[in-house]
């Protein structure tokens, strides 16, 4: 049985699983999970990339927010607020009903990696969900107003602050969540799933052993550009490749996995990069990226898997 390994953050990145496992087997895909974006609120541990791939592949994601669970309700939240309680990341109560699980869980000892996979098997989930990491980590963003923590950048600022950097708060110390440098060593495809490199992508590979591993890897490595014609679909990806990376073409984002890919999946509408990425040996495949329903969630799945096919280029 072929295994595929998938490093996945964000939105875009479980909507890209929900195509893969109706291509293959559930059961053959080892999803790889950013845990830099994680935080603390209301004493609670929220995991909110885990959260998004265990939401969408469970089939309770609300697709038209764009993140969360459907049929939300935000009576708690709502209470918080009219006591005082500074109410600026959005927990509907579904949601808080897993991260009191969690947070208990952690509390008693038990490390993240074994609760998500508990909390997987209770929502009916097949493929196998690991953290990158059991140790603390955490994505710290580096702007002209000084250092901010992830959510506080991204949710309660708007991701409107300039980005000049990042640095991965505990990367030094973090080691591999149990099973993943295994699910790496077995792994036939790694699939980087369309997801912003910076803040998604780079927690993952902010640990040492995950990145060596990787880089020692003698299988296909595939990602899949995050931008359409050069613009995010959502979110400051195509700003932050601006301003970190020096522009928005395929080959820009190829940089930001430097000596890792064999190729990268982008939009026809960026087909003209198609050229430079060959320059610097990453294999172009071009194929409609946009993810609007099922159907075409599957054929990007398709069409990453087909790109691994072509072999190892590095």
């Known amino acids: 049985m072929a295994e595929i390994l998938v490093l996945s953050g964000g939105v875009g990145g479980a909507r890209f ?11 053959e895909v080892t999803v790889v999970g950013n845990v830099g974006d994680d935080l603390e609120l209301f004493g609670l541990h929220v995991s909110p990339d885990l959260d998004s791939v265990l939401y969408h592949l469970a089939g309770v994601a ?31 109560d579904r949601d808080l009903g897993v991260h009191l699980v969690r947070t ?3 509390r008693a000892g038990e490390p993240l990696s074994s609760v998500t996979t508990r909390v997987a098997r209770a929502l009916g989930i097949e493929t196998r969900l690991l953290p990158a990491t059991d140790d603390r980590l955490r994505t710290i963003v580096e702007t002209p107003e000084g250092e901010l923590a992830l ?16 640095r991965f708060e505990g990367a030094h110390a973090a080691r591999a969540a149990p099973g993943v440098l295994d699910a790496i060593d077995r792994a036939s495809v790694v699939l980087i ?11 993952i590979l902010a640990v040492r052993e995950i990145r060596t591993a990787l880089e020692r890897k003698r299988a296909p490595v595939v990602a899949v550009s995050p931008v359409i014609g050069g613009k995010a679909v959502k979110g400051p ?12 073409t395929p080959a820009h984002v190829a940089r930001c ?6 190729a990268l999946v982008i939009d026809q509408e960026d087909a003209d990069g198609a050229a430079a990425l060959e ?11 946009l993810m609007t329903d099922d159907r075409s969630r599957r054929l990007l799945a398709e069409a990453a898997l087909e790109a691994a096919q072509g072999g190892v280029m590095r």
């Open 17 to 27: 699983l929900c195509g893969l496992v109706q291509v293959v087997s559930p059961g």
């Open 257 to 262: 996995y430097p000596g890792m890919l064999d």
């Open 62 to 92: 609300d697709e038209e927010r764009g993140w969360g669970r459907r049929r939300e309700t935000w009576n708690a939240l709502e209470t918080a607020a009219q006591l005082g309680a500074d109410a600026w990341f959005r927990l509907g």
């Open 237 to 248: 990806v195509d700003a932050m490749l601006r301003r970190l990376s020096g522009g928005t």
């Open 151 to 166: 959510q506080e950048w991204f949710v309660r600022r708007g991701h409107r602050d300039k980005v000049d950097g990042l």
């Open 104 to 106: 208990d869980a952690l």
């Open 193 to 203: 799933a369309p997801s912003n490199p910076y803040i998604s992508i780079w927690p």
């Open 279 to 289: 320059a610097v040996r990453v294999r172009p495949f071009v194929t409609r990226t």
